[in-house]
């Protein structure tokens, strides 16, 4: 085989995206010669870059010293929207790594712009630029002002075509990349594709990374969980992933798994880690706190919670670590992520690295362990009884990877994979779990995955009232949806339960939608009420069009507007647009009401309630 062979295959079967990504995002990108031959495309790792060796194998030297020193290396994010500014914000960080004699593998956090195929959905990019993180155009800059000398770097490369996203991470000179989630049924479809789709482009990013030597985080426990998921069907899902990077040539050394840990119950968290470590083929386990879980509000009990999640990463064994600052909003300063960085290591270098034996942790480990293979034996449709033990290389390649790609897509859309808060618009969304009194998410009674043996799997025995599907019984209708590059649908989902409960039609648009096209839906569905996030601070910008464009359909006094999400992205900007808001209403966001992070969202109901009572609505 010759050297890139895939890579360039892959850059010729989709050159026409190739080339929207170079001029949507503004950056150089591989180009076909006159003779056929792929230009621009830079050598595999190890090469220099900027005066730095790099290779995705620094990184695994670092998950080795966790194994040999007990100590989790720690995987901070941190990425501002300009290269610059992430890079001074970042020596916050660096600087405190220096004082504390550890290295850090840093997790730069990208634009969300990226999640969207540039080739069908360029206006969705355009008006939500320079949010989120760092611009493709910006990773280049970063290492070149010196990002990743000292301290490896990982990027985002999620979404519709996280194979474009690779190879400007090769180009750029990271070490590392984040793939994950490859085949989360959440994240089916994520932007503009269906699921089919974003399960072939992610093998393809797999194999840039296997022929190049990148580094990659091939798929997370973390995304599921956050979302409802249970660690069963998370950890089934991760060894999916393990067997499409096997097939697409990457070796473990490279390969990492991500997975949380709730700091709810110690043994639930080391019980989850041992059933991750016994089974992953990936060498390196990256481990990551929970956060969808309702922290205490008051920051510094926040920082307590975060503690209680470091201690089970250094006791399970984590070769990776993220730590969490506390913040009220956010992309975290530079300063905010040093401090954590040091409480983080105070906490790994004064917890006693014992060993704990408990019965506890083995009947957990062998409960996800059984979920997990009863949904790979059904996702496989291999009528037997599988053993852990049989999750191995050899097992793998039994499957061609057209074969095993058709499997995890059916298994989607059967309902085979699946969690409560499913956000692919091409799959079933049929479990319900509950999280039980000991911390940990089981299924609730009759809402088991489809086409799994429901005795393999956990099932909740605390009461649960499950609600019924009630047909509305309020006469107003409302359209609730994410606009621009915003893929967070979690709050709008509590949203849409909390509306729904109390009567009301809900039209669920779910994530990433023109502002234009809300209002437009709205007009066409006669709908009383608009509900609009944007987690990415871009409401300012966003938000007014949806308002604009119901003016010019002669409907802004007919309808009801309720903004969400961050009103900025940053975490020193966020007291700012509250105060603001204090003082001067939402008027300038172009909203009736804006209702930010920790509403209670029967708080958002009942105001929506008065006002329409007011009005006469």
Known sequence: MTVQEKTKQIIIEDYDSVRAYAETFGVPMPTIGKDGLIEGLPAPYPRVVNGVMRSGYRIYALARQAEATGLPVQNPILGRNTAQETYQESLEMYNMAEKLGINLFHFVHSEATRHIDPLKGRDLIEQSRGKGGITPAGERELVEVGGGSIHPMRINATGDTPHLSIINALIAGFDGTDIGPVIHVHFGGRGIHDYKTKVVNGYKALEICAENNMFVQIESHKHLNNIGGTDGMALAMCLLAEGMGILAGLPPELSAVQMNVAGLNLLADLAAMRAFKETMWSKSLIVVPETFQNPPGDLIAEAAHFARMAISAKLGGAHFYRPKAAESV??????????????????????????????????????????????????????????????????????????????????????????????????????????????????????????????????????????????????????????GADAHVMGINLIREEFEKAGYEVIYMRGMNLPETVAEVAAEAKADIIGIANLLGLGQDLFPRVENRLKQLGLRDKVLLIGGGRISEKEEEHTFYEEKIAKEGTGFLGVDGFFGPGTDPAQCVKWTQDVLERRGL
């Open 330 to 483: 956010g992309i975290p300063t530079g300063a905010s992520m040093a401090k954590a960085i040091w409480a983080t290591h105070n906490v790994f270098e004064n917890t006693v690295a014992i060993q704990i034996r408990d019965s506890y942790i083995d009947e957990r480990k062998q409960a996800i362990l059984s979920e997990a293979m009863a949904v790979l034996e059904s996702a496989l449709g291999l009528g037997r009884t599988l053993s852990p033990g049989e999750i191995n290389e050899a097992f793998w390649r039994q499957y061609g990877k057209a074969e095993l790609i058709e499997k995890i897509v059916q298994a989607g859309k059967a309902g085979i994979m699946d969690c409560p808060r499913a956000g692919g618009w091409d799959l079933k969304r049929h479990v319900k779990t509950h999280r039980d009194k000991d911390g940990i998410k089981r299924y609730i009674p009759g809402f088991t995955p489809l086409g799994v043996d429901d005795r393999r799997v956990a099932i909740t025995t605390e009461p649960v009232v499950v609600p019924e599907v009630k047909k509305p019984t309020r006469k107003q209708k409302m359209v609730l949806a994410t606009v």
